[in-house]
């Protein structure tokens, strides 16, 4: 018994030096893409885009300096606008509409964007295998469950389950298999209703505080086609402008195979490049910037 104790006490004080070592380096690591994305502004005096999202926002399946936001400012760059801008990746692997919703009246307070970009929905939409985590992270109440939540240990974890489960949702994906019953489509269909609802009250959020936004599409079809047509559906009902990503590519004629990273499920650096052109491009021409 003592020995269990032992052991047990080693195991708790090794999670957490676990869990300082991963808040010390995404804290490394929030810095270095901060002084790599400054290093690209040359003026102060500039306006905000906020690129909010999950994990294709902030750029998984490529290098830190390959997200589609970090390409977004580049091309702003280069282009002659009248205005500097600053685009600020807010993307955070797992996020959720509900998540999004939660901090988005603080982010509008401090960035003071003129320009919001959102991209989300795979991470509720497609598949069943996140209805657990949907209903964990929604509905915690106690104290416990939210610190666990804020847990970077448990986080990276989850990250974790989602790179295990994705070879056999692209299995599913791309073989057209039917694995939902009747029960899990119930399920899936309040799981989009929540989703539409926290898509409107984002969208009235932004336009009560006067914030331009637009949102984008997912750029595969065969692994987000849930998404993207939830957004096709959204952007007809409450008249946004809708970032067209699947589009492009077939009006570009491009393979969307060679756009895939080698987790099959986010792009790889020339599917980001790819996204952050279409939509430097459809927020030029809708004069969101200038």
């Known amino acids: 018994m003592k020995s269990f104790f032992l052991r047990l006490k080693y195991l708790i004080f090794f999670l957490i030096f676990l869990e300082v070592l991963l808040r010390i380096f995404a804290f490394s690591y929030s810095m270095f893409y901060q002084k790599a994305t400054f290093s ?7 306006k905000n885009i906020l690129c ?14 390959e997200s589609y936001p970090y390409i ?3 091309l702003i760059n280069n282009s002659s606008l009248k205005f500097k801008y600053k685009v600020h990746n807010l993307g955070i692997p797992g996020m ?27 991470n509720e939409l497609e598949g069943k295998e996140f209805i657990g985590r949907y209903n964990f992270e929604k509905y915690k109440s106690s104290l416990f469950l939210n610190f666990v ?17 994705i070879k056999l949702k692209y299995d599913i994906c791309h073989k057209r298999i039917a694995t939902l019953d009747s029960t899990n489509l119930k399920i899936q269909e309040l799981i989009f209703k929540e989703y539409a609802r926290n898509t409107r009250s984002i ?9 331009p936004f637009v949102f984008s599409k997912y750029l ?13 559906v959204l952007s007809k ?7 067209k990503q699947p589009e492009y590519v077939k009006e570009k004629a491009i393979d969307e195979k060679i756009l895939f990273s080698d987790n099959h499920w986010h792009p790889n650096a020339k599917g980001y490049k790819i996204m952050a052109e279409n939509i430097f491009r459809t927020i030029k021409e809708n004069k969101l910037i200038e």
């Open 40 to 46: 690209l502004v040359n003026e102060q005096a500039y």
């Open 203 to 211: 969208i009235t959020t932004c336009r009560q505080n006067n914030v």
């Open 149 to 165: 939540s804020r847990s970077k240990l448990v986080r990276m974890s989850l990250v974790f389950y989602d790179r295990f489960l």
């Open 96 to 122: 959720k509409s509900y998540k999004i919703l939660e901090g988005l009246i603080s982010n509008i307070k401090k960035y003071k964007p003129s320009l919001i970009i959102f991209l989300f929905g795979a």
């Open 237 to 243: 009902r409450y008249n946004f402008i809708l970032i």
């Open 52 to 65: 909010i999202g999950e994990s294709t926002t902030f750029g998984m399946g490529a290098g830190p300096l």
């Open 72 to 74: 977004l400012q580049k």
């Open 220 to 232: 595969f079809v065969s692994v987000t086609g849930e998404s993207n047509y939830a957004l096709d």
